[in-house]
């Protein structure tokens, strides 16, 4: 009895303890989501500032780095001449994805190859890409979510890269936003008891624009292609039935569109981009196709590099620099569970995060599976960064924010993060020097001794030799640019060393003139090693024939560039 006295008396104190522990319990959940309730509030009141903020810094750092030199890759340059290829010969660029370069002749007809006008081409990209996110996320997303995702698309370095730049990455990444609006609006007009017919009424203008804005994202990336698949496959989860039927005919309706105008107007494509997908290298046909065993070797090796490597990079966690050893396959696993889960947590929270999330996953699949492993390049992840910064960051704000310190410490982070990302962006003023140098009129400045060379080779080329000579180049579409529109005929790699074979191949082309350029393999270090492609073609010859090889000029004396005359 006493026992049970004992316990009763014990329990009557309880009450008091557990009331008075209720209500710590409320203050300290009250207080858990203070701090992220204050920046939701504050960044919804001062919502118009904080975008025009963020978007005046973008187009500022889109200045602040703005790069005027064309890199010494090829891709960005090659898009300016195909662009101009269209607009002078009317030749449709099939090949890597008409969509940017269609645009981009626009560009060239108003100030013709001015690589400074064609550059700022991005920057309006850019400023398009930021709005348009901004308005395909507002008042969808927590604001924090919506703040942190504008401010590193906005500052982030990597991505600002490509905001002076002509490769086709910022264009895309503007046009996808587009698309993103797009769905967005669509998904908000949805009623589950609207007929077929009623809602293509209410629709119809939503669903043409949706068709002509996926197509062109179709056309501008092969990969991009399953943006429309993430589209059926959210509304099929969803079972938006009629809405999967709709985005069908809508795109298929465009596309076979598309397709008949510029098959009627320029002939059928001359590029099969599924069978350059299956090429074990790209610039190596003989080598034959992947099989399906291939395939899942280069997922998972690109998989490997991606999601351990570069999407940290890009976001300032990992170094820049980095060896082979620096992809943790590990590393990677952990990284697509992290996204997975997240993933999970927008499918019960938030079906705009959660459509990201499926596109995100195809348009990595896509990559994965379509991209050589050996092009091991970060630009080719940039278009799905916004995505995976959305993501990461939608997810841990789900995960702590019932959670006062983990909040506290994750803005903390953040922000550390931001600036970080604020101070690797500016700190490079080389390029400031570089830009007003080039406006000044010296289109070479900034270039390796190598690059200046050999551009100014192609000058020569364009200014002394008949209109109708046709010169080899190892970067014909550089030669190209810097030679005011003189085509190149190019050489990506070594077809033969046998001299008669070489000079048979040539003739064959009507090949009459070669650059031989001393381009490095390494682009920051001057170590004697150079892309030595046409070196091993016409060395055999000089030794066999030295009679058909005859030197025509020469510019530069350290990493001099040749120009050499073939005498068949």
Known sequence: MSKVNDSMSKKEKHPIKAQASVKSSATKNANASTLFDTLNTWFEKHDKKVFYTLLFLSTLFS??????????????????????????????????????????????????LNVIALKMFSVVCQFGFVWFTYKAF??????????????????????????????TETFFLFIQALCFY????????????????????ANYSKWLLFGFLFVLLSISKS??????????????????????????????????????????????????????????????????????????????????????????????????AYELTSIIPQFAFITALVMGVFTFLSYKKNKFVFFSSIYLIMLCGGIFF??????????????????????????????????????????LFAGGMLLYTVKVSVVDKSKITAFKKNLSGD?????????????????YCSDSLPDSAKVLSRKPSMSFLYGNGKKFVGQFVTTSTDADTVLMGWKKENIQYVILG???M???????????????????????????????????????????????
């Open 138 to 167: 507002v008042k969808r997303i927590p604001y924090t979510v919506l703040v942190a995702l504008i401010a590193f698309i906005s500052l982030n370095s990597y991505m600002q890269y490509y905001s002076s730049q002509t490769f």
């Open 443 to 459: 289109i070479y400045y900034g270039y390796t001794p190598d690059w200046e060379n050999f551009l100014k080779m192609s000058k």
């Open 63 to 112: 200045f602040i780095l703005f790069d005027a030199k064309v890199s010494d890759g090829g891709d960005d340059s090659s898009y300016i001449e195909r662009a101009w290829s269209l607009l002078m010969e009317g030749k449709f660029p099939y090949f890597q994805g008409p969509g940017y370069p269609i645009f981009l002749s626009l560009v060239v007809k108003l100030f013709g």
């Open 518 to 520: 001393n381009l490095r």
């Open 370 to 411: 379509g991209i050589q492993a050996q092009n091991m390049q970060d630009r080719l992840i940039i278009i799905a960064m916004p995505m995976i910064f959305l993501l990461f960051f939608y997810g841990i704000y789900e995960l702590i924010k019932r959670y006062s310190l983990l909040q506290t410490i994750f803005i």
């Open 223 to 320: 990969v991009a292609i399953v943006g429309i698949v993430a589209v059926l496959v959210y509304f099929a989860l969803n079972k938006n039935y009629k809405q999967v039927l709709l985005a069908i005919v809508a795109f298929v309706a465009i596309r076979l569109t598309y397709q008949f105008i510029t098959t009627a107007m320029y002939g059928a494509s001359t590029s099969d981009q599924f069978e350059m997908i299956l090429r074990k290298e790209l610039y190596k046909p003989e080598l034959g196709y992947e099989d399906f065993g291939g395939m899942i070797d280069r997922f998972f090796n690109n998989f490997n590099l991606y999601m351990s490597l570069h999407i940290y990079r890009i976001m300032n966690l990992r170094r820049e």
């Open 182 to 201: 797009i769905v967005f609006k669509i998904i908000d007009s949805i009623k589950k008891d609207q007929s077929l017919l009623d809602d293509l009424k």
């Open 522 to 568: 390494n682009p920051k270090k001057n170590n004697g090693r150079v892309i030595n492609t046409i070196h091993r073609m016409i060395g055999p010859v000089y030794q066999k024939y030295k009679n058909k090889i005859r030197l025509v000029k020469s510019i530069g004396t350290k990493e001099k560039c040749e120009l050499y005359e073939i005498v068949y």
